[in-house]
């Protein structure tokens, strides 16, 4: 990779990781759920009247909407605005790595190999640390709807190899669309109009750039230049980036909002971290001679924004 586009890779998960940080202050605005509407909304317009039709199937783009943004980026906040740290959930979400690669073998038939089997006992090992201090000092169903978040991530990332989508960012403006009448229903129904209504009335122009940040810095910017950078680089020279993730969302947290590190997080991390890494350079498998070629545009494993 040249170093510019290593210099993208590396801005892109930066601000990924920084995109923990924003979110807390966000969820000091708006209830999580609507928050996370909003940040759809903004993410969908203008962009989806500038980015062309969508290039996929509709029951791709609405399994993927419902996956990541209702299920996914819904239980990450309800799981932070319980409690769940930024930095710890930056570095948690990265077991989506394990679930995808558990999905991908349930429902594509992917056989993992033994040193990818050797990085999801690793990166669980890791998680059980990382349940072990939160326990001991954090809310443990926070933690736990974290770790649902990942799995809802490992879903959606199967879904969107499914879909192979031509183009990442016009995939992820029209991803946007989806989620955004189910959070606000949700919102309504489990947060109740009167909160929302207050967030809005009362928003400030910190809460106003919280939302635009997470949206098109975050998922519009972060995940057009990371499909740039797919389409010219192989995925193994590039997915390797996205465990910078953590190191970005754990310092940033520490800097910004005097989140402290145990030295059994640091443990966890250094698990994770690990694991993940396993999980992400081994090759998968090729399939056997009888079996039918996998199409060329088929995209490999990918990461989706946070």
């Avoid at 290593?6 to 605005?29: P, S």
């Avoid at 890791?126 to 933690?143: M, R, W």
Wanted: with cysteine; charged share 10%; aromatic share 10%.
């Amino acid at each position: 990779m040249r170093p510019s586009h290593i210099a993208l890779a590396v801005l892109v998960t930066a601000i990924w990781g920084v995109n923990f940080v924003v979110i807390e202050i966000g969820l000091d605005h708006f209830p999580p759920l609507l928050f996370s509407a909003l940040r759809f909304l903004v993410a969908a317009l203008p962009a989806v009247f500038l980015v062309g039709r969508p290039k996929v199937a509709w029951k791709w783009l609405i399994g993927v909407g419902l996956a990541l943004g209702v299920a996914k980026f819904g239980l990450l906040f309800i799981g932070m605005d319980a409690g769940m740290p930024a930095g710890l959930s930056s570095l948690v979400l990265q077991v989506q790595s394990v679930f995808t690669a558990l999905i991908a073998f349930a429902v594509l038939g992917e056989v993992p190999t033994r040193l990818r089997v050797a990085g999801m006992a690793v990166a669980l090992a890791g998680i059980g640390v990382a349940a072990v201090d939160e326990g001991a000092s954090g809310p443990l169903t926070a933690f736990g709807l974290t770790i649902a978040a990942a799995a809802c991530w490992g879903v959606s990332n199967v879904l969107t190899r499914k879909a192979a989508p031509p183009d990442a960012l016009n995939f992820m403006v029209w991803v946007s669309t989806v989620p955004i009448l189910p959070l606000l229903a949700l919102s309504l129904l489990f947060e109740g109009p009167s909160r929302d209504l207050d967030a809005l009335r009362s928003l400030d122009w910190q809460g106003a750039g919280v939302v635009v940040w997470v949206a098109w810095v975050a998922t519009v910017f972060g995940f057009g230049a990371w499909g740039w950078l797919l389409r010219r680089h192989p995925a193994s020279s590039v997915a390797p980036f996205t465990l910078l993730v953590p190191v970005f969302g754990m310092s940033s947290s520490a800097l910004f909002l005097d989140e402290s590190v145990s030295g059994l997080q640091w443990c966890a991390a250094a698990l994770l971290v690990g694991g993940v890494a396993l999980t992400s350079f081994a090759r998968t498998p090729k399939p056997p001679a009888y079996a039918a070629p996998m199409s060329p545009a088929a995209p490999k494993e990918t990461a989706t924004p946070v």
